[in-house]
């Protein structure tokens, strides 16, 4: 039996995969997959498996949208920290929908559904309702971070920007410290509000408070200048320009 576990936090992942192995001592996991790009990757080379169990968001978006893409023929089992998407997911034919932290009764309870078929469990009535308001995008509040051997969380409102430098991705606060993420700046993109960040380029991602000056620059580009920044040269590409300026002028 081969399962397939889409999920973005490796810790989650390997817990997971564990709790799995358990339940499914003949089951063979793939590679872990954390990305909506890396799964439609994934689909369009492998053969599907026996079992999917899919994080709904993922580093690069919503997993919903791996199936928009592709068609994915194997059951599915959704796992996610908020429940305002449980009716896309039986949209898609999900045999379950699990709430993290995962709980092993439910996750036990989750694959005897698997091995019975029964692929659409029943909702209760006044739960749909609740499920029925519009979903609304969660961004984060705090980035842990490291500062030599110590780790501290800085809120968000203290952030200036984030910048990679030599594929390591950093921190930058709106007193100036500077300290190192772990994460890439894709995967910041997409937890933080956009009305509140832009990425300006492949190096910066910054915060609409940190941006002191827009300069025009040559082949109608622009020259952005940050508070505290080393870098007075972050440009802006001219594809990017139309964006950064409907940003600038919400």
Not at 143 to 158: N, P, T
């Amino acid at each position: 039996m081969k399962i397939l576990i889409i999920e973005d936090e490796k810790p989650a992942a390997a817990r997971l995969e564990r709790l799995l192995a358990g339940l499914f001592p003949e089951a063979e996991f793939g590679e872990n997959i954390d990305t909506v790009t890396m799964a439609v990757r994934w689909f369009g080379e492998n053969t599907a498996p026996d079992l999917i169990f899919c994080d709904i968001q993922l580093a690069d978006g919503i997993s919903f949208e791996i199936f928009d893409k592709v068609k994915v023929a194997a059951p599915v089992i959704f796992t996610t920290a908020f429940d305002q998407y449980a009716i896309r997911a039986f949209q898609v034919n999900a045999i379950d929908y699990l709430l993290k932290p995962i709980d092993p009764v439910e996750l036990s309870r989750a694959v005897d559904k698997f091995k019975s078929r029964q692929v659409k469990p029943v909702l209760d009535l006044e739960l749909l309702k609740g499920l029925l308001q519009p979903e609304k995008k969660v961004f984060k509040t705090r980035f842990l971070v490291r500062y030599g051997e110590k780790i501290q969380s800085v809120a968000v409102e203290d952030v200036a920007f984030f910048f990679s430098e030599e594929r390591v991705s950093f921190l930058q606060t709106v007193a100036g410290k500077k300290y190192v993420l772990d994460a890439t700046l894709e995967q910041v993109e997409s937890q933080v509000d956009p009305t509140h960040f832009f990425r300006l380029n492949r190096k910066y991602l910054a915060k609409v408070d940190a941006v002191e000056e827009v300069l025009t620059y040559s082949n109608s580009r622009l020259k952005v200048k940050l508070s505290n920044c080393a870098d007075q040269d972050i440009l802006i590409s001219r594809e990017k320009v139309g964006d950064l300026k409907e940003w600038l002028d919400q």
